[in-house]
């Protein structure tokens, strides 16, 4: 997907204005009212042109389990939790699926190689404020979007970086043009005074010889 970068830092949406959090235990992840913390930032790392990393503020990639959230359901309602292999392997790739809704041209599905989709429960426990990720067999996902749906929102990207990083070199660059034409200015002044002092020097001199004669 074009919006998504190398190094990119996002946070993810839900249709319910709740951000995927990486919780404070570095294994778990949930879903909250407040973005603005560093634990609904999300680093982005590529593996290929389709599909992605997620780290989290923990440097733990969002992972895709084989277990289940609640005892006894499989194949439902798999668990979505941080780790930190040695080696990644499929379950922490994501493919971010884009919409073909101009009203939403930041919003996506998040699915895995397996084609399951990241999924924001809500509702009443014990599926309340579970993250999971869930293949929808018998029903169309379409049927499904708004629960499904991630909205991504940009917090910084290495172009951001590359402009700021320009900005500041440019106001460098114009403060040494700055001080270096305040030097020469300094320089011509105290030429242009030197100039004249000798000046006046030679005139006093030489109306004191007049005088002498």
Request: aromatic share 6%; net charge positive; hydrophobic share 30%.
């Amino acid at each position: 997907m074009e919006v998504f970068q190398n190094d990119m830092i996002i946070r993810l949406k839900n249709n319910q204005g709740r951000y995927l959090v990486a919780q404070q235990d570095e294994e778990s992840v949930s879903k909250s009212r407040d973005g603005s913390t560093k634990n609904a930032q999300w680093k982005i790392e590529m593996h290929d042109e389709e599909s992605v990393y997620l780290k989290s503020c923990y440097g733990k990639y969002l992972t895709a389990s084989n277990q289940p959230s609640i005892p006894g359901l499989v194949a439902r309602n798999l668990k979505v939790i941080q780790t930190q292999p040695e080696k990644r392997n499929t379950s922490h790739l994501w493919l971010p699926v884009s919409q073909s809704d101009p009203q939403e041209p930041h919003s996506v599905w998040l699915t895995t190689l397996h084609n399951t989709y990241l999924h924001a429960h809500t509702g009443p426990p014990p599926l309340g404020n579970m993250i999971t990720h869930d293949l929808f067999r018998k029903e169309n996902p379409k049927t499904h979007n708004k629960k499904i749906l991630w909205h991504i929102e940009i917090v910084d990207s290495p172009s951001n970086t590359l402009k700021h990083s320009e900005s500041i070199i440019s106001k460098m660059l114009s403060s040494v043009r700055s001080f270096i034409l305040e030097k020469q200015k300094e320089r011509v002044k105290n030429k242009r005074m030197k100039v004249e002092k000798e000046t006046n020097k030679g005139r006093l001199s030489h109306k004191y010889n007049c005088k002498t004669f």
